[in-house]
């Protein structure tokens, strides 16, 4: 079975300051991860993903994601923080393989950016 | 931009309703799924289907049910409905094969009095 964990469920950065959402994951096959936003009373907005081509991936709003396998991690991060950046972020694993492209979601991580 | 709709995207209703939310969408995608969100929490797959007239349950066990008569088209129903059932229901999908990205559309808020 595939899981993610999000290490974190409240992270609060200063404005300008580097922003680092943390996502592990445990997967049985290489898996396809990926980092939503959900602000509030919305849905869920693909930031970025990685499907097995270059291990760091470059996503929307100056977000970007390192795949590091011997960490069995994907973490996400900003240089700098800016305001329209609270939200809920969620990381998310499937594996890939046609049939089976179900979406496991870790618990999300809250966002605050601090003025 | 992905096109996927849910309505109403707001629902206060009484115990014991049956009430059917709606999803539909414009991409042609054969993949589609409900999933279950309480405030400040995961997602939990409740329903999922694999294109038309195939429907399976998700990870998470509900009492709600689905159809997909269209491809276009993916409701979930709950023909009787609870205050356990308050929550928000988000409706995803995507196409078959390559990289599996799911497109969410802005999700119901659903409150059982």
């Known amino acids: 079975a595939q899981s993610v964990t999000q290490l974190g469920s409240h992270v609060s950065v200063s404005e300008g300051a580097l922003v680092l959402l943390r996502c592990n994951y445990s997967?049985?096959?290489?898996?396809?991860l990926f980092w939503y936003v959900q602000y509030p009373n919305q849905g869920l907005q693909l930031l970025l993903k990685?499907?097995?081509?270059?291990?760091l991936v470059k996503g929307i709003n100056g977000f970007e994601a390192e795949f590091k396998k011997s960490e069995t991690s994907f973490h996400l991060t900003k240089p700098s923080a800016h305001m329209s950046d609270a939200a809920e972020y969620f990381c998310?694993?499937?594996?890939?393989?046609?049939?089976?492209?179900?979406?496991?979601f870790g618990t999300g991580t809250r966002l605050t950016i601090i003025p | 931009e992905a096109d996927i709709y849910q309505t109403p995207r707001y629902l206060v209703i009484g115990t014991g309703k049956k009430i059917t939310l709606e999803c539909s969408q414009t991409m042609g995608h054969d993949k589609m799924y409900w999933y279950q969100q309480d405030p400040g929490m995961e997602l939990h797959l409740i329903h999922y289907?694999?294109?038309?007239?195939?429907?399976e349950k998700g990870d998470l066990s509900s009492e709600s049910t689905v159809s997909r008569i269209r491809t276009e088209h993916f409701p979930l129903t709950l023909e009787s409905a609870r205050p356990s059932h308050t929550s928000q229901y988000l409706c995803a999908s995507n196409p078959s094969g390559g990289a599996h990205e799911q497109f969410f559309g802005p999700g119901t808020r659903l409150t059982v009095l």
């Open positions: 997967s049985s096959v290489p898996p396809y």
């Open positions: 998310a694993v499937s594996k890939g393989n046609f049939g089976n492209e179900k979406l496991t």
């Open positions: 289907s694999y294109g038309v007239n195939s429907t």
């Open positions: 990685y499907t097995s081509a270059a291990t």
